[in-house]
């Protein structure tokens, strides 16, 4: 970590998507490519069951029959796939057969599979990534990041995105720098790279003059000036931590923050095949709460939906997906599966304080339902004699512009308000977070935001309720100071470095 600036060679991930830089291999090549890896993997994996199952279905005639169809009535090679994949989904789904049911994930796989071989992307391309690379990629999803080996990483570049997008909130409370909406036409393989977050540059193939001026440039710079850090300071303003993993919270409450603001959940479903289990979920708040020491930890609820999928619910394609079913509107539409979630948050707060926390809230009534999931929780715990911490707090995200309309309303139901700047200010300002072309709609400070972030702390003022700001715009040396004069009673940050900058010596 070299502040944010890093150097590394280039590791294009190539997915082939929208890249139209096709591998040219025909249909049977990827059939025999796919199959020898799947073959591969049998011999590797310690679940070789897996693999099995997809080489069977690789096998299978349907699947190759349905894709062939599709080529003979003029489709090109990917497309047939997708469009075979989509229709054995539907037929196997709208059987009503477990087991057929139960292979649909198989038929993406493999399907996906194919897609790869197609388009040139190598399948099993995060297990190439070799150390100190410079990911560079047309798009990256938190899914992505979840299977990488972030430790391998020096730095992220990538074409679309911008500074609120998760692969960068993501690489954030990793110390790795990003730079979004970069032109990465002229990257190859291999190239070194020096990828300067603070400018939003990179240089590919810099002098070893250039880089050491860089280097000097950036040696003991501090990104929070003096004076942005005694205002935030002297506002007497909490300063926590966001975290989206065991290590984060270590490494931000090392850092020396004051309890975790946003714990954010959902990367526990992003990377796994499987749902994690109530049980699974406990043990891994049970660790939260540990490595909180003493301190509070807030536990957002799992925010799925918008650009962080969990292929393993499989979950209807939407046409606006941050529009769609994400956050609380997905928990509250799988309420078994949000109570699993609840009774492992409420057994963990039996160890230490924990918070439970809403996100993408837009109505009183579903902090109303939801809340009503909570006391069903407690009460079976209750009945089963199982311990949990009585009277949990429960607080929302004001991240879309109903719920700062109607802040006053959320306020008479909920223990406290954190804003969250980057879904706040992308709702406010119709302004996609992933797309770099509209990214300088994205301020926090904007005329429109300060009109939103002044109904939310009037109401919560008024109302005699917490609020706090987790979103990235609380890292802002510019504006951290802003939120702290409007009335953030705390601001969470998301780079354990900026906690530690902050808080540092006096
Ligand atoms: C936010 O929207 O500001 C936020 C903190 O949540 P996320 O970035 O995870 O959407
Ligand atoms: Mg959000």
Known sequence: ?????????????????????????????????????LKAFIEDSPVPEVFSAHLEMLEDQLLRDTILRNVSGGMVPVDAVIAAEDEIMGLFLGIDDEYLRSRVDDVRDVCQGLIDCLEGASPNSYESLPPDAVVVAEELFPSDTAMMDLDKVKAFVTAKGS????????????????????????????????????????????????????????????????????????SGVKVLGNAGSIKEIEAVIGAGAEGIGLFRTEFLFLGSDNLPSEEEQYQIYKKAVEACQGRPLTIRTMDIGGDKTVPCLNLPKEDNPFLGMRGIRLSLSMPELFKEQIRAILRASALG???????????????????????????????????????????????????????????????????????????????DRGNASVSYLLDPLDDAMIQALRIVFKAAREKGVPAGVCGEAASEPKVAPVLCEMGADSLSLGSPALIGELKGSD
């Open 353 to 431: 304080k924990v918070r439970i926390m809403l996100p993408m809230v837009s109505r009183v009534s579903e902090v109303i339902q939801a809340k009503a999931l909570v006391k069903e929780c407690e009460a079976s715990l209750e009945a089963s004699g199982t311990a949990f911490g009585k009277n949990i707090e429960i607080g929302v995200m004001i991240e879309t512009p109903a719920a700062a309309f109607v802040a006053d309303l959320l306020a008479c139901e909920t223990d406290f308000f954190s804003v969250g700047t980057n879904d706040l200010t992308q709702y406010v300002m119709a302004a």
């Open 163 to 234: 500074p609120t997008s998760h692969v960068r909130v993501i690489a954030r409370s990793r110390g790795i720098p990003a730079v979004t909406g970069a032109d990465i036409s002229g990257i190859r393989s291999g190239d070194l790279l020096l990828v300067d977050e603070a400018n939003g540059t990179v240089e590919v193939n810099p002098t070893e003059e250039r880089l050491e001026a860089v280097r000097s440039m950036n040696r003991g710079v501090s990104v929070f000036p003096e004076e942005a850090r005694r205002a935030v300071l002297d």
């Open 1 to 37: 970590m070299e502040g944010r600036f890093a150097t590394g060679k280039a590791w294009i991930l190539d997915r082939g998507s929208g890249s139209g830089r096709g591998s040219g291999r025909t249909l049977e090549e990827a059939f025999d490519l796919e199959s020898e890896r």
